[in-house]
């Protein structure tokens, strides 16, 4: 059985490369950028990383079974990787930029797929949410890949490509950003036939400067589809007529009122929301408005694959928080652990959240660093700032650097400040009680899930972690 995944032979008339066979293998059989993830029958591909550069791995990769590896031209000298190919019995791909030929190799493979339906999300907050949402719902009754975890990005996505196969029926996949091109380059990889956003916001606006500029990268998204094809674009969002604007394909906008079987939603607080569907009811975990939200994008987009009322209930009800996304950890002090990213605008419905919940004992609220914001940094903190002052904790506690523009503005409520994690946890640890909530929220890389393992477990008592 041939388990290749692309012959070398069908890369030269397709991408822009050279070819030099060195090896009775006429194919690959899996993709790596990680030499020690090499596996028999591999095309490792050595990247120029930020900490090392992959072409001082590729002999490595050889050795560790690799049939094959992309280069750049402007390392063959220093290497001498033609000689070493054709000692070691390998193929080698000769490229410009090997970062572009794994994007143009994960183009070429996945266009062999005609029959794949394929759906790309992006947004400043949400698109993992709501890509296992979908993939949840559509794979109920479609055999369904989609890209795992966060592997989004310029290298993610391509990598996640490799992952379809001829059974798959629809392709789910989520598309991120770090940099100006990004989602047009991995659009220009998908070439979704559904695509959508699932809100425009502040993350990553160190990189981008406005919204606006945001809002323009966002929308390459949609900037390969063809008449047929379908953007969904939220439309409560501030920039939805924007993002509508001269969109090649069908523009569809998603919501909570833009569905006839949809009859109504009820808050059921830490528990999530109870949805009403064509006289179904749906218990759908994830609590809170901005989750709803992200049910709305994935039913919007199942509906166009499309897929039964059966299946949307049946994906909704099997939905459950992803680690540090809203994940509920219920003991004697209640903890929603929400700190798995953050941004002004996620940080903030996280609040409201909480401020929404009927609660019986006191509400704390653990607010660490929004990263990468830039020069909006202590605007956008201070501003939470504010917003903690009028909330309903009982107590505040800020943690990190960018955070402490925040202090000035948090008043009328128990406060503590520190950029240290230990320190931090002994005074949060001597403030709650028996009965507390607490909300942690901050950005990956405050790690702030740290405190659940910081405090005592008699203090946490059965948290279910």
């Known amino acids: 059985m041939n388990t290749n995944l692309l012959s070398f032979g069908e890369l030269p008339r397709l991408m822009d490369c050279r070819l030099f066979t060195f090896s009775s293998d006429n194919g690959f059989s899996s993709v790596t950028i990680d030499s020690r993830a090499v596996k028999e029958g591999s095309l490792f591909f050595a990247l120029n990383g930020k900490v090392c550069d992959g072409h001082s791995f590729v002999i490595n990769a050889f050795d560790k079974g690799a049939c094959g590896a992309v280069v750049e031209s402007s390392k063959l000298d220093r290497f001498d990787f033609i000689n070493a190919a054709k000692t070691m019995g390998k193929n080698l791909i000769v490229v410009e930029n090997s970062l572009k030929g794994l994007q143009d190799c994960a183009k070429v493979y996945l266009e062999k797929f005609k029959k794949l339906i394929k759906v790309g999300i992006t947004g400043s907050s949400g698109k993992s949410t709501t890509k296992e949402i979908t993939a949840a719902i559509i794979s109920a009754e479609k055999n369904t890949v989609m890209n795992k975890g966060n592997?989004?990005?310029?290298?993610?996505?391509?990598?996640?490509?490799?992952?379809?196969?001829?059974?798959?029926?629809?392709?789910?996949?989520?598309?991120?950003?770090?940099?100006?091109?990004?989602?047009?380059?991995?659009?220009?990889?998908?070439?979704?036939?559904?695509?959508?956003?699932?809100?425009?916001?502040?993350?990553?606006?160190?990189?981008?400067?406005?919204?606006?500029?945001?809002?323009?990268?966002?929308?390459?998204?949609?900037?390969?589809?063809?008449?047929?094809?379908?953007?969904?674009?939220?439309?409560?969002?501030?920039?939805?007529?924007?993002?509508?604007?001269?969109?090649?394909?069908?523009?569809?906008?998603?919501?909570?009122?833009?569905?006839?079987?949809?009859?109504?939603?009820?808050?059921?607080?830490?528990?999530?929301?109870?949805?009403?569907?064509?006289?179904?009811?749906?218990?759908?975990?994830?609590?809170?408005?901005?989750?709803?939200?992200?049910?709305?994008?994935?039913?919007?987009?199942?509906?166009?694959?499309p897929v039964s009322g059966s299946a949307i209930k049946k994906g909704l009800e099997s939905v459950k928080p992803l680690f540090g996304r809203?994940?509920?950890?219920?003991?004697?002090?209640?903890?929603?652990?929400?700190?798995?990213?953050?941004?002004?605008?996620?940080?903030?419905?996280?609040?409201?959240?909480?401020?929404?919940?009927?609660?019986?004992?006191?509400?704390?609220?653990?607010?660490?660093?929004?990263?990468?914001?830039?020069?909006?940094?202590?605007a956008?903190?201070?501003?939470?700032?504010?917003?903690?002052?009028?909330?309903?904790?009982?107590?505040?506690?800020?943690?990190?650097?960018?955070?402490k523009a925040a202090d000035r503005f948090v008043t009328g409520k128990s406060k503590f400040y520190s950029d240290n994690i230990e320190e931090l946890a002994v005074s949060l640890c001597s403030f709650l009680m028996k009965g507390d909530l607490v909300l942690l929220k901050g950005s990956r890389g405050c790690a702030l899930e740290r405190l659940v393992e910081l405090l005592p477990a008699e203090l946490m008592g059965a948290v279910n972690g």
């Open 326 to 378: 809203l994940e509920i950890l219920k003991g004697d002090v209640t903890v929603i652990r929400d700190c798995y990213n953050a941004n002004p605008e996620s940080t903030a419905k996280s609040i409201e959240f909480c401020d929404s919940v009927e609660w019986q004992g006191r509400k704390v609220y653990v607010i660490a660093d929004m990263l990468e914001l830039g020069g909006a940094s202590r």
């Open 380 to 403: 956008a903190h201070e501003k939470i700032g504010a917003l903690l002052a009028k909330s309903d904790a009982d107590g505040v506690f800020l943690f990190g650097g960018e955070i």
């Open 151 to 305: 592997l989004n990005s310029e290298t993610g996505l391509p990598l996640s490509v490799f992952e379809v196969r001829e059974d798959h029926e629809v392709g789910i996949f989520e598309l991120g950003m770090n940099r100006k091109d990004e989602i047009s380059e991995l659009a220009d990889v998908l070439k979704p036939n559904i695509a959508a956003v699932t809100n425009i916001g502040s993350a990553h606006i160190e990189f981008f400067g406005s919204k606006d500029k945001i809002l323009t990268e966002k929308k390459c998204i949609y900037k390969f589809l063809k008449n047929g094809d379908v953007a969904l674009i939220p439309a409560n969002d501030e920039y939805a007529q924007e993002l509508a604007r001269n969109v090649q394909g069908t523009v569809k906008f998603y919501g909570v009122d833009s569905f006839e079987e949809l009859e109504g939603t009820r808050s059921l607080g830490l528990d999530g929301t109870e949805i009403i569907w064509a006289g179904e009811k749906i218990r759908f975990a994830l609590p809170g408005k901005h989750c709803l939200d992200d049910a709305m994008a994935a039913i919007a987009i199942a509906k166009e694959i």
